[in-house]
């Protein structure tokens, strides 16, 4: 028994005290989020001013901004006022702490074989958890823009932009870095699809294309689409009755013609020269690949479902936030959480007019880009599961 602890100790110790560090860093982390999810749509600073009481203003100490802890030693009341706090805030913490420590688990502690192997451990295990900083950090990012979009668009039904730009960025420079301290044994296991030279050189022009277009819109000589949608909206709503969706998809496919140009152009071009780029690039070109498979996969639909039906189809949030998990988690996540997303909407409806139909109460409707990041989390969690579904189903493109 006494060979039998040391062993356990031995082999999982170091797991239990990095699950534990990453449990602390993502209940830190829910909590911020919560501070996003309630401030941003109430156009509120982020940063000041700090965490107060919301019945009697108080600034909290430090020992009461403690994730879930400063709930207990303060035992779910403020202490000067007695208001209660609420239970949602120790309770987000710990769900999400939960959730960063499965993930570095799956990462780091899996003895990966057969459809484990699609989780992208293999990469981090081989290159070790201070090596793979760049990449970690990437995914850490993204799970905390994922919660707080969440939270934003249950709130108001709209996803700033500032939460899905910072994950995008994030993984624009994440992975190059990243690339420059793999290891040899790292790089044969790189957990994202790596782009030929002909589709490094569409990404790195589609993403010249994508600069050209910010940059004609920030200086004004092309409007933004949607821009005198707050004319049409009533006080006290949310949504307004806007007759010119149709007119506004020319401006947005203005803004994507010099992407679309950059990726035909580049593509053109990079099988003209049959190069082969360094990894660093191949990853550079990599996260761009995967935020234009994101974000032109939704933008596509938005457009279509606008242009049939005459009404804004998926909010550009939704497409930012395509976007973002595509540069942090290459191309296939944000397709395979598209597909996935509908089925558990569909069945929320269900169960929603199921309860609707029996007590008469109407119950709140949700926004889609929740469902998408429901589909994302059970994605990057259960990855082993759809692989052996996607084989089951489509055998020759997993063979």
Not at 29 to 53: L, T
Not at 200 to 217: D, E, I
Not at 218 to 230: I, L, Q, V
Not at 242 to 248: F, G, K, V
């Amino acid at each position: 028994m006494e060979h039998g602890i040391d062993h356990w100790l031995t082999i999982w110790g170091p797991h239990a005290v990095g699950a534990l560090f990453a449990w602390a860093i993502g209940a830190c982390i829910g909590s911020f989020v919560q501070v996003i999810g309630e401030r941003m749509p109430a156009g509120i600073s982020i940063i000041r001013p700090p965490s107060r009481c919301v019945h009697c203003g108080r600034r909290l100490a430090w020992h009461e901004n403690l994730p879930v802890f400063g709930w207990i030693i303060c035992r779910g009341r403020c202490w000067s006022c007695g208001g209660r706090i609420p239970l949602r805030y120790p309770l987000m913490e710990c769900l999400v702490g939960i959730l960063f420590a499965v993930v570095y688990i799956e990462l780091f502690a899996v003895d990966y074989g057969g459809s484990w192997r699609s989780l992208g451990g293999a990469f981090y295990q081989s290159q070790g958890f201070f090596l793979s900083l760049p990449a970690l950090c990437a995914v850490g990012v993204l799970l905390a823009a994922l919660i707080a979009a969440t939270l934003t668009d249950l709130r108001s039904y709209s996803i700033p932009l500032a939460i899905t730009l910072v994950p995008t960025v994030v993984g624009l420079v994440a992975w190059p870095l990243q690339a420059a301290l793999a290891t040899p044994l790292a790089l044969a296991r790189w957990p994202l699809p790596l782009p030929s030279g002909a589709a490094a050189s569409a990404a790195l022009a589609g993403g010249l294309g994508l600069l050209v277009s910010l940059a004609l819109t920030a200086a004004g000589t092309w409007r933004r689409s949607f821009s005198d949608y707050g004319d049409f909206v009533r006080p006290g709503e949310v949504f307004a009755d806007y007759p010119h969706a149709r007119r506004e998809m020319w401006v947005e496919l203005r803004f994507l013609l010099p992407i679309a140009c950059g990726l035909t152009g580049g593509w053109m071009l990079g099988q003209r020269l049959d190069w082969t780029p360094n990894v660093a690039v191949q990853a550079a070109a990599a996260a761009l690949l995967g935020y234009f498979a994101g974000a032109g996969l939704v933008w596509a639909v938005r457009i279509a479902g606008t242009v049939w039906r005459g009404q804004e189809a998926m909010g550009l949030g939704d497409v930012h936030l395509m976007g973002a998990i595509g540069a942090v988690m290459g191309w296939v996540d944000p397709v395979t959480a598209f597909v996935v997303a509908p089925f558990p909407a569909l069945a929320w409806v269900g169960i929603s007019r199921l309860f609707q139909s029996d007590s008469g109460n109407r119950i709140r409707e949700i926004p889609y880009g929740p469902w998408l990041v429901l589909a994302q989390v059970l994605l990057m969690v259960g990855r082993p599961v759809f692989v052996q579904v996607g084989r089951a189903l489509f055998p020759a493109f997993f063979a």
